[in-house]
């Protein structure tokens, strides 16, 4: 069986200021476990004003999925974000 990380993805989405990004980080962070399966895992971390996510996956189809779903992730907590301080 191939390694776990024989693919990998790393996003990141830089925010105006590290409160942005927190909030953002705070948001998704619960979600890592939750979503995994056997095909990809991942890891979301918080560096200042920058939120990286990195998806590792047995396959590139499993890679396209998880990059997706954080993806989306993220844009969510991007839009509530901004409607709280609305």
Do not use: C, K
């Not at 990998?8 to 939750?34: K, M, Q, S, T, W």
């Not at 971390?45 to 996510?53: C, I, N, S």
Request: no cysteine.
């Amino acid at each position: 069986m191939p390694d776990p990380s024989d693919h990998r993805a790393v996003l990141r989405f830089p925010y105006p200021d590290e409160r942005r990004a927190r909030v953002v980080h705070e948001a998704i962070r619960v979600e890592v476990g939750g979503i995994d399966d056997d095909r990809s895992t991942a890891a979301v971390g918080r560096a200042g004003d920058t939120v990286e996510v990195t998806v590792h996956a047995r396959d590139l189809v499993a890679l396209r999925a998880g990059v997706n779903t954080w993806t989306r992730l993220v844009e969510t907590a991007e839009t509530v974000a901004a409607s709280a301080e609305r």
